[in-house]
């Protein structure tokens, strides 16, 4: 079947950098989207990818492995507005995205 | 980057009246639009997705009596949740993508249903 796993809740420190994991089995693959979601609000967008190795886009990096189903989403020198949840979420063969349940990330002072 | 609006933000209805969620695609022709649903501190749920011109594809245990979805046009979707209950409280996000654009998806900013 298919599936993404990510952790449910993580803790950081404004100023620090945090990694959020993410494995899938998907049947195909059409790429690996990252997403950010605050409270109340639609999800938007933060990253692409579908080629193996690591995106840069200032703070925020996106890494795939796509041998070993495996992502991760880095973020650099932490704010407060950073405190959101961030879904992992993997492109099948028929481009349906499967969603992962989300990490809640907590940035405190 | 592409926009996709949702009309209304929000509503307020009693216990078996229908209300209609419009998606709208701005600024490109959305030859799909998936609409999911979102409970609190939970992931998006797929409900369905239209492509234009035909019938939509409901996902497995998503009443397509109850949640009716009609893609009439290139720019727009509805989703008319039919005899609302306070079960069907929830966000509904919709998202949109072009034809030449497979693997995005642009979303809109949801709208949030209470059912009193």
């Known amino acids: 079947g298919q599936n993404i796993d990510q952790p449910t809740e993580m803790t950081a420190t404004e100023g620090a950098i945090v990694q959020i994991n993410c494995t899938y089995q998907?049947?195909?693959?059409?790429?690996l989207f990252w997403y950010q979601q605050h409270a109340g609000e639609a999800p938007t967008f933060l990253s692409y990818n579908v080629l193996d190795g690591l995106e840069e886009k200032g703070r925020f990096s996106s890494f795939l492995s796509r041998s070993k189903g495996y992502s991760y989403l880095l973020l650099k020198e932490l704010q407060m507005k950073d405190s959101a949840s961030y879904l992992c979420a993997a492109m099948d063969s028929n481009y349906q995205l499967i969603w992962g349940a989300g990490t809640k990330l907590i940035i405190k002072p | 980057g592409a926009v996709v609006s949702q009309h209304p933000s929000w509503v307020i209805c009693k216990s078996g009246t229908s209300v209609k969620i419009e998606c709208r695609s701005l600024?490109?022709?959305?030859?799909?639009m998936f609409w999911y649903r979102q409970f609190p501190k939970q992931s998006l749920m797929l409900m369905a997705t239209?492509?234009?011109?035909?019938?939509?594809?409901?996902e497995q245990g998503v009443e397509k009596d109850k949640f009716l979805i009609n893609h009439a046009s290139l720019t727009l979707s509805t989703l008319t949740v039919t005899s609302a209950h306070p079960e069907d409280s929830s966000f509904y996000i919709c998202?949109?993508?072009?034809?030449?654009?497979?693997?995005?998806?642009?979303f809109g900013p949801g709208t949030r249903l209470l059912v009193l």
């Open positions: 998202s949109a993508r072009s034809g030449t654009e497979q693997e995005t998806q642009y």
């Open positions: 239209s492509n234009e011109g035909s019938k939509a594809t409901y």
């Open positions: 600024d490109f022709q959305a030859t799909t």
């Open positions: 998907t049947s195909g693959f059409n790429g």
